[in-house]
């Protein structure tokens, strides 16, 4: 999920830039435009950690900026398919769930969590319930196998289920769950 990445990046310093700190710069560069950004390729950018090597510069003809290869290392939040992770929920629909991953939003189709949770759409938030009294809501931790991800306009988006052994509620109202408090029929 969380990778430590070598990863390459091209950089452009304008001329009022150039000085004896433009390696200052060029990093500072660096993480405003790289931080928290999206890779189709990588995952989501989380920080940079360091930088390891900066190319001597090549001025481009007429405009005078100085175009650096900067090569760094980068932390980065990829989720896997296959991967169990946890998550909070962070809105709940008669569709299902959406539970935030780290900086990603993993969706939870009703199908593809217990059975024996029922929408309770009068409920303020709506939540669902099973029968021994826990609810599945807003703010409930909850354990999930990631089984697709996409990435749209800028983010990550997951699809998960809760309905295998050990995945479920984690915790809910403060109070932890048991795993094998709530029975899983399949």
């Avoid at 998550?87 to 990603?104: E, F, M, N």
């Avoid at 991800?149 to 915790?171: D, S, V």
């Amino acid at each position: 999920m969380y990778l430590l990445k070598e990863l390459i990046q091209i950089v452009e310093v304008p001329p009022q830039a150039f000085s004896p700190q433009i390696h200052d710069y060029i990093f500072e560069k660096l993480k405003r435009e790289m931080s928290t950004s999206l890779s189709a390729r990588y995952g989501f950018i989380v920080a940079i950690q360091k930088v390891l090597s900066i190319s001597e510069g090549i001025i481009r003809a007429g405009t005078g900026v100085a175009v650096f290869t900067v090569k760094f290392n980068a932390i980065i939040f990829h989720p896997f398919v296959g991967e169990v992770v946890d998550g909070t929920v962070d809105r709940v629909t008669k569709l299902g769930l959406y539970v935030s991953v780290g900086p990603c939003i993993v969706f939870i189709g009703k199908g593809l969590f217990p059975p024996d949770f029922t929408f309770q759409p009068d409920e303020y938030p709506q939540c669902y319930t099973h029968e021994d009294g826990s609810k599945l809501q807003s703010g409930s931790l909850v354990r999930l196998r990631i089984f697709n991800t996409t990435h749209l306009h800028g983010e990550i988006h997951c699809t998960g289920t809760m309905k295998e052994p050990y995945l479920g509620l984690l915790q809910d109202e403060g109070r932890l769950v048991e795993t094998d408090e709530i029975e899983t029929s399949f």
